[in-house]
């Protein structure tokens, strides 16, 4: 390393104020002398200086870079987490929306039948299937209490889906037209040909007792022919599916397996009913149950 001397170092502090003073004058002389020189000396500095300055700027855009993704990244979380829970509450709407539409289209439906003037009616909806191997019938949420008596037609807006058999205060249950023990008088629409549909558990129910030659055919609309006092004429039931001459079935306007509402219509024929059976007797008792009382014999 070099020294200097007190007296050289200052020496040279003497000569280099002048030095830069004298450098300002002339660049100031030449500026004004000649515009294109100065211009074309500062872009060459400029340029000199471009390489510097951009691996200086570089740290500090990648700096800026990451902070500006995290912060998109937080962004986008919170707005997934926002958009999730919107998602999950939209999507309960969407069950609650569906499950009234679905009640809304049955409820409508029940209004394709429109009862004679006289009769009076009771929407209930189906609570319990309780049907086995030997049985076909639903259980509805209405009873004496809302006015069901029993041998009430129950209808959809499609057609016939059964009569009341039982009647409790709260509840009642519904006999379908499948049932073994089930039986309608019906009549072919087109030929006007009567018979009986019978229930044998199945879903499609038979026509008995059709005449000899019966001019019965495959699409036939099936109708409650109003015999027998227990059905009024004219009930839509379903259209004949099978005939062979000597066995007719019959598929149902109403799917019994989807049923959820039920409109029970008092034609005011339940007086053609027969009597429900006593129950055994019990303890020297004998028990008979009626549609809406029971009383006890000794």
């Known amino acids: 390393m ?23 004058a002339v660049m100031i002389v030449l500026g004004k002398a000649d515009q294109v020189v100065l211009e074309s000396l500062k872009n060459s500095v400029m340029d000199a200086a471009a390489p510097a300055l951009d691996m200086l700027s570089r740290p500090s855009g990648l700096v800026d870079t990451a902070v500006g993704r995290a912060r998109d990244f937080l962004t986008v979380y919170q707005e997934n987490a926002r958009l999730a829970e919107e ?16 009640e809304n289209a049955q409820l409508r439906d029940l209004l394709r039948v429109a009862p004679e003037p006289a009769t009076s009616y009771v929407t209930a909806r189906v609570i319990a299937n309780s049907g086995g191997t030997y049985a076909r019938s639903v259980i509805v949420n209405a009873g004496r209490e809302n006015g069901v008596v029993r041998g009430e037609a129950a209808v959809t807006g499609e057609g016939l889906v059964g009569r009341v058999s039982e009647v409790g205060s709260r509840a009642a249950r519904i006999l379908l037209i499948t ?17 009986v549909l019978a229930g044998d558990n199945s879903e499609h129910p038979s026509l008995r007792y ?32 099978v005939f062979n001459g000597e066995l007719a079935r019959v598929e149902l306007f109403v799917e019994l397996s989807r049923v959820d ?38």
């Open 210 to 241: 059709l005449e000899v030659g019966a001019a019965i055919r495959i699409g036939d609309r099936i109708v409650t022919s109003g015999q027998g006092g227990v059905f009024p004429p004219g009930l839509p039931v379903g259209v004949v599916a």
């Open 261 to 298: 509402y039920l409109r029970l219509v008092d034609y005011g024929l339940a007086d053609a009913l027969p009597s429900p059976l006593p129950l055994a007797p019990r303890g020297g008792k004998r028990v008979e149950q009626s549609a809406g009382s029971s009383s006890v014999r000794r």
């Open 2 to 24: 070099i020294r200097l001397s007190p007296a050289r170092r200052a020496m040279i502090q003497r000569i280099t104020f002048p030095l830069l003073v004298l450098l300002s």
């Open 179 to 195: 049932d073994l023990n089930s039986r309608v008088p019906v009549i072919a629409e087109g030929s006007r040909q009567r018979a």
């Open 87 to 102: 998602n999950e509450r939209l999507l309960g709407w969407q069950q609650a929306a569906l499950k009234l539409a679905s």
